[in-house]
C-alpha cells in the first residue's frame, strides 16, 4: 500500500497522510513574507513531506471565483505559489506522483455533493462526517468543538487518492 498525502492549500489548508491504517492530519505551515502577509512556508512544506516520504501526492487546484476581490485573489494565488514551490521541491527531489484535483471531482466521487442551496457550514460539514466515518479518531475539530474543515478535507482528499491509485 502506498503512502499517500492529500493537501488542501490555503492559509488555514493540511495535510491529511496515509499509511495502511495510519492516518494523520498536519496543518500546513504559515510564515511571515517580506512584505508582511502571510504566505505557506515551502521550505517547511518541503520538511514535513520529506518527513512522511509519500510516493503519492494529491493536491486540490485552488481557483479564484468571480466574487473574489483583486487584492483576496493575489494573496490567494501566492500562497498557492508557495505551497507549490515545497511540492516541487520534494518531486524534484524523490521519484514522486503528484496529481492535482478539481473539488468537485473528488467530492463527486466520494459522494459529498451538498444539496443545491446548501450553506457553506452544511457542505463542510457532509466531508466532516464523511472523514469521522472513515476515520473515526481523526483530529478535525478544535477541543471547543469548532471544525478545521483544512484538515477534513485534506483527509478525504488523501482518501480519494487511495480509491483512485491503490
Request: charged share 25%; proline share 4%.
Given at each position: 500500500?502506498?503512502k499517500?498525502v492529500?493537501i488542501?492549500?490555503?492559509?488555514?489548508?493540511?495535510?491529511?497522510?496515509?499509511?495502511?491504517?495510519?492516518?494523520?492530519?498536519f496543518d500546513?505551515?504559515?510564515?511571515?513574507?517580506?512584505?508582511?502577509?502571510?504566505?505557506?512556508?515551502?521550505?517547511?512544506?518541503?520538511?514535513?513531506?520529506?518527513?512522511?516520504?509519500?510516493?503519492?501526492?494529491?493536491?486540490?487546484?485552488?481557483?479564484?471565483?468571480?466574487i473574489?476581490?483583486?487584492?483576496?485573489?493575489?494573496?490567494?494565488?501566492?500562497?498557492?505559489?508557495?505551497l507549490l514551490?515545497?511540492?516541487?521541491?520534494?518531486?524534484?527531489t524523490f521519484?514522486?506522483?503528484v496529481?492535482s484535483?478539481?473539488?468537485?471531482?473528488?467530492?463527486?466521487?466520494?459522494?459529498?455533493?451538498?444539496?443545491?442551496?446548501?450553506?457553506?457550514?452544511a457542505?463542510?460539514?457532509?466531508?466532516a462526517?464523511?472523514?469521522?466515518?472513515?476515520?473515526p479518531?481523526?483530529e478535525?475539530?478544535?477541543p471547543r468543538?469548532?471544525?478545521?474543515?483544512?484538515?477534513?478535507?485534506a483527509?478525504a482528499?488523501?482518501?480519494y487518492?487511495r480509491?483512485?491509485?491503490?
Amino acid at each position: 500500500m502506498a503512502k499517500i498525502v492529500g493537501i488542501d492549500p490555503g492559509l488555514s489548508g493540511a495535510m491529511g497522510f496515509l499509511d495502511g491504517m495510519i492516518y494523520k492530519t498536519f496543518d500546513l505551515p504559515v510564515t511571515t513574507g517580506l512584505d508582511k502577509q502571510n504566505v505557506i512556508d515551502s521550505h517547511l512544506v518541503f520538511d514535513m513531506l520529506n518527513d512522511l516520504r509519500p510516493e503519492i501526492i494529491m493536491f486540490e487546484l485552488q481557483q479564484v471565483q468571480m466574487i473574489t476581490g483583486k487584492k483576496t485573489a493575489f494573496i490567494m494565488g501566492r500562497t498557492y505559489q508557495s505551497l507549490l514551490m515545497g511540492i516541487e521541491m520534494y518531486q524534484n527531489t524523490f521519484e514522486v506522483s503528484v496529481v492535482s484535483v478539481r473539488p468537485q471531482e473528488w467530492k463527486k466521487s466520494l459522494g459529498l455533493i451538498a444539496p443545491k442551496g446548501s450553506s457553506s457550514k452544511a457542505k463542510k460539514q457532509i466531508t466532516a462526517d464523511f472523514v469521522k466515518n472513515v476515520f473515526p479518531r481523526a483530529e478535525i475539530y478544535t477541543p471547543r468543538g469548532r471544525l478545521l474543515d483544512g484538515r477534513s478535507d485534506a483527509l478525504a482528499i488523501a482518501e480519494y487518492a487511495r480509491r483512485k491509485y491503490c
